[in-house]
């Protein structure tokens, strides 16, 4: 499952030898796979794999697999405590590296409103 993100943004310059004019709208987007969802909420602090549903919209089955292969990539580091099933997740230091990356770009890419109030 892949989540796209529309956005809308003027440029205020022109791009040269792209045809684009001072103020002409540049339509991005910007696409966050599953893993990159949760990096995104683990950024939030550590959290269960329950805890990972409500903020990802994702099914417990594509976090378990993703889980997987943040773990191999190593970022994303396990905790069990308690429980057999209650595994803590937290991002490792690559991970939180990489999701802090995906946040500045995902608050770079956002549309910018200005509400402009009469005096």
């Known amino acids: 499952m892949v989540l796209e ?12 030898n792209r045809g684009l ?6 339509d ?10 949760i990096l995104l909420a683990l950024l939030e602090g550590e959290k269960k794999i329950t805890d990972l ?3 990802t919209g994702l099914s417990t089955t594509s976090i378990y697999n993703n889980i ?3 773990l191999q990539y190593n ?16 991002l490792t230091e690559k991970g939180h ?3 802090t990356l995906l946040k500045q770009l995902d608050e770079e890419l956002k549309p910018k409103v200005v509400v402009l109030k009469p005096e």
Do not use: H, M, Q
Not at 21 to 26: D, R, T, V, Y
Not at 28 to 37: G, N, V, W
Not at 80 to 85: E, I, Q
């Open 5 to 16: 993100i529309e956005v809308n943004f003027y440029f205020g310059y022109t791009l040269e």
């Open 21 to 26: 004019e001072l103020g002409e709208e540049i």
């Open 28 to 37: 991005r987007k910007i696409i966050f796979t599953e893993s990159d969802l």
């Open 53 to 55: 549903r409500p903020s």
């Open 68 to 70: 997987k292969k943040l």
């Open 75 to 90: 970022l994303v580091e396990e905790d069990r405590k308690g429980a057999p099933g209650n595994r803590i997740l937290r």
């Open 97 to 99: 590296r990489i999701a």
